[in-house]
């Protein structure tokens, strides 16, 4: 799917993770217990507490039932979706709307109250 992203989006995500999130700082959050909580507590972008955002979406890897650590999981609050989309090429948002149209059947109330305009976000 990324292959499919414009060049401009691609450096805006990766500028956009590097320098507001900083994955190579959330390796903190690992522990041999691996708890979920310390990774998603707080927005990952601008850090605003999880429980004091509008709205917000989580992300992570699995494999089955299993987590993969580092750097997922993690929050991002709707003003940072917000701001990732509007870094985005109207090619890649095309790209990503017939990626999500072709692979999810949701129904249409499933996107209504998204801060993103009826878009997934990108995480
Ligand atoms: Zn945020």
């Not at 990766?14 to 927005?43: D, G, K, M, Y």
């Not at 004091?52 to 039932?65: C, M, Q, R, V, Y």
């Amino acid at each position: 799917m990324a292959q499919e992203f414009s060049d401009e989006s691609q450096q805006a995500l990766a500028t956009f993770f590097t320098e507001r999130v900083r994955l190579n700082e959330r390796s903190q959050f690992l522990s041999p217990i691996n708890v979920i909580e310390p990774w998603i507590r707080h927005c990952a972008a601008c850090d605003t507490p999880r429980n004091k955002t509008k709205s917000f979406s989580l992300g992570g890897i699995l494999l089955g039932d299993t987590m993969i650590y580092d750097p997922y999981p993690l929050c991002l609050c709707g003003d940072c979706e917000e701001e990732i989309q509007s870094l985005l090429s109207h090619q890649t948002l095309r790209a990503w709307d017939d990626f999500v149209q072709t692979n999810f059947d949701c129904p249409p109330e499933y996107y209504r109250d998204l801060p993103t305009k009826r878009r997934p976000a990108l995480l």
